[in-house]
């Protein structure tokens, strides 16, 4: 799923552990959103969603929908 977690991440200077820490995933997890390996679980894309303070639908978009 595309999404724009790796810029939102960057532009606050976020480290992908420290977004993993706030998240409660690992490093590996956040490194696998970022690079459209993985996509989130519902609950998770909610939690990133309230971390950057945007809607889902502004940080992923699922282009087979």
Same mark, same amino acid.
């Not at 799923?1 to 690992?26: F, I, K, P």
């Not at 894309?45 to 282009?63: K, T």
């Given at each position: 799923?595309?999404?724009?977690?790796?810029?939102?991440?960057?532009?606050?200077?976020?480290?992908?552990? !420290?977004?993993? !820490?706030?998240?409660?995933?690992?490093? !590996?997890?956040?490194?696998?959103?970022?690079?459209?390996?993985?996509?989130?679980?519902?609950?998770?894309?909610?939690? #990133?969603?309230?971390?950057?303070?945007?809607?889902?639908?502004? #940080?992923?978009?699922?282009?087979?929908?």
């Amino acid at each position: 799923m595309r999404n724009t977690l790796r810029d939102l991440r960057t532009s606050r200077g976020w480290t992908q552990e !420290q977004l993993g !820490q706030a998240l409660g995933v690992s490093r !590996q997890a956040v490194n696998a959103l970022e690079t459209e390996k993985h996509d989130p679980s519902l609950d998770l894309a909610y939690r #990133i969603a309230a971390v950057f303070g945007q809607p889902v639908e502004a #940080i992923f978009d699922n282009p087979h929908a």
